[in-house]
């Protein structure tokens, strides 16, 4: 099992910056990738941003050259540095990581981020 909790959601102008935090804890010694996604409204939850093991990142275009996901291995945490944030980018944001050979999938409960206009 895998424990993921994350922090550092808020309420931030248009334009303004926040950095999410995961930190995960349990059987994480083959942890594949973590990472971020959040939810959409008629739709379950769309990717935001992963980082694999080997450091390859991946981002939804909507935040490519706006977020910055990183991963400090030695700590299993995983950030999401998300800069000039817009309304749209209102939504619970959910921690993700895969694990094992069979990838298994764990979620984080969310953190919400508010950005009023």
């Known amino acids: 099992q895998v424990q993921l909790v994350e922090s550092g959601g808020g309420l931030v102008q248009a334009g303004g910056s926040l950095n999410l935090s995961c930190a995960a804890s349990?059987?994480?010694?083959?942890?594949?990738?973590m990472g971020w996604y959040r939810r959409v409204p008629g739709r379950q939850r769309e990717l935001v941003a992963t980082?694999?093991?080997?450091?390859?990142?991946n981002y939804a275009d909507s935040v490519r050259g706006r977020f910055t996901i990183s991963r400090d291995k030695d700590k299993n945490t995983v950030h999401l540095q998300m800069n000039s944030l817009q309304p749209e980018d209102t939504t619970v944001y959910y921690c993700?990581?895969?694990?094992?050979?069979?990838?298994?999938?764990?979620w984080g409960k969310g953190t919400l981020v508010t950005v009023s206009s």
């Open positions: 993700v990581a895969d694990r094992g050979p069979l990838k298994s999938r764990y």
């Open positions: 349990g059987t994480i010694f083959d942890l594949e990738f």
């Open positions: 980082i694999a093991s080997g450091r390859r990142t």
